[in-house]
C-alpha cells in the first residue's frame, strides 16, 4: 500500500477512549524505546508525526493516526518501561492483552524487536502470547542500520528459529527507519494483511 494521507487523530489512555467507528486497526507493539514511533514517523515519511525520544516510556497512549482516510495505525504504550511502576506496568500490559484478546477493529500487530539484542524476556513472552491469538501478527526487527550485513543476516535468522522453535510462521521483517531498508516491504505487508483499497 501507499501511505498517501496520515493524520493524528487521538491518544486514548483507557479502553472507553478507543474509536468507536469500526474503522480497522494496524497495531505497532513492542518494548519502550526499541522505535515504534519512529517506524510510524517512517512509513509515513514525516519526521513529525509521531513523538520520538531518547528516554523510554514515551509514548503513554493508545495513539490513533489515520490513514488514507480509511484505517488506523495505533502506536500501543511500550511494555516493560522499567521506570514507570510496578502496578502501572501491570495496567499497561493488561490493556495491551485485552486490545489484542477483544478489539474487533484490529487486523495486524506489528510487534517491534530490537534487531541488535536476542528477543529478551518480554519479548518472548509476548510473543507466546500472540501464538494463542487470532489477529494476525509480524514482526519488525529495528534499527538494522546499526548492524553488518552478516550481523543483520544472524539476528533475522536466530528470530526466525525461535518462531520456529513456538511453531509459529509468521513475516520477520528486518527494518531501519533511518535507512527505510524494510519498510516498503512491511507497508506491503500491511496493505495485504489489512485489504485496504487504496
Ligand atoms: N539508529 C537508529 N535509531 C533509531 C531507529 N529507530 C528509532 N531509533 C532511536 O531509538 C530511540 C527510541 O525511538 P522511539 O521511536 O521514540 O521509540 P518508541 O518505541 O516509540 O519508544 P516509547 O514511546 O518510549 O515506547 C530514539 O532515540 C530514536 O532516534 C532506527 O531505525 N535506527
Ligand atoms: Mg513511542
Known amino acids: 500500500m501507499r501511505i498517501r494521507d496520515i493524520t493524528f487523530v487521538k491518544g486514548a489512555a483507557s479502553w ?37 525520544s531518547g528516554t523510554p516510556g514515551k509514548t503513554r497512549e493508545f495513539n490513533y493516526y489515520l490513514v488514507n ?24 500490559a493488561r490493556l ?8 474487533d477493529p484490529l487486523r495486524l500487530l506489528v510487534h517491534l524487536v530490537d534487531s541488535r539484542r536476542a528477543p529478551g524476556e518480554i519479548d518472548r513472552s509476548f510473543i507466546e502470547f500472540m501464538r494463542g491469538q487470532d489477529a494476525p501478527y509480524a514482526i519488525a526487527l529495528t534499527k538494522c542500520d546499526k548492524l553488518s550485513g552478516n550481523e543483520r543476516a544472524k539476528s533475522e535468522r536466530g528470530m526466525r528459529e525461535a518462531l520456529a522453535a513456538l511453531g509459529l510462521e509468521i513475516p520477520v521483517f ?4 533511518q535507512t527505510k531498508r524494510g519498510l516498503p516491504a512491511l507497508l506491503e505487508w500491511i496493505g495485504t494483511i489489512a485489504t485496504i483499497h487504496t
Open 174 to 177: 528486518s527494518t531501519s527507519s
Open 96 to 103: 495491551i492483552e485485552r486490545y489484542v484478546t477483544e478489539r
Open 16 to 52: 472507553s477512549g478507543l474509536p468507536s467507528d469500526g474503522l480497522p486497526e494496524v497495531a505497532f507493539a513492542g518494548r519502550s524505546n526499541v522505535g515504534k514511533s519512529s517506524l510510524l514517523n517512517a512509513l509515513a515519511g514525516r519526521r513529525t508525526l509521531a513523538r520520538t
Open 69 to 92: 482516510g480509511g484505517l488506523y495505525f495505533v502506536d500501543l504504550p511500550g511494555f516493560g518501561y522499567a521506570k514507570t511502576s510496578k502496578q502501572e506496568r501491570a495496567r499497561w
